[in-house]
């Protein structure tokens, strides 16, 4: 669908593009690497303009993983392991990610998160909570991120009065 964009020759153009895409987001070091790998054939290019990003502090693993594990968990309402998954496909290394996970999980209460989100799953079904309908909640929940432990936890806690207990015959 789209070609090959045009390769850059000069480290201006190429610091420019990378400018440029971290007006629009934060990137990590290795989504920057990758993205200006492609515009330009030239590694020893690529080394200098990432190194002149590191220098003016302008990517920084640590910093977009606190940013990103923060916007994720308040924000989006994600869990723990979600976010970490997501921030290693983007090429963050694990000790970056355990420190913004750690600062992140101060700030927020997974327990309440997933209760509610519970709750607004509850709202949405009409009829009565099934079995189906709760396994369905269940896998939502671990989907977005959260330990299986709490998930169940607060599934117990929240619906207990609301679901029949099954008959085991």
């Known amino acids: ?26 990137h990590s070091v290795h989504e920057m690497k990758q993205k200006l790998e492609r515009r330009s054939n030239n590694k020893l290019l690529v080394q200098l303009v990432m190194a002149r990003l590191k220098e003016n502090g302008q990517i920084d693993d640590a910093r977009y993983a606190k940013q ?3 916007q994720r968990t308040a924000g989006r309402k994600q869990g723990k392991f979600r976010v970490a998954r997501e ?30 989100r519970i709750e607004r799953k509850l709202r949405s079904y009409r009829g ?25 936890r607060e599934l117990k806690a929240i619906v207990k009065e609301d679901v029949p207990e099954a008959d085991l015959e």
């Open 1 to 26: 669908m789209f070609g090959k964009p045009c390769q850059l020759e000069t480290e201006a153009e190429l610091y420019d593009v990378a400018l440029r895409a971290l007006m629009r987001r934060a």
């Open 128 to 152: 009565e909570i099934d079995e189906k309908k709760m396994a369905s909640i269940y896998g939502s929940l671990l989907r977005a991120g959260f330990s299986a432990d709490v998930v169940r």
């Open 68 to 70: 990103f594990a923060r």
């Open 87 to 116: 921030l290693r496909v983007r090429g963050v290394p694990d000790r970056h990610i355990e420190s913004a996970l750690e600062e992140a999980g101060k700030e927020t209460d997974e327990g309440a998160t997933v209760r509610q």
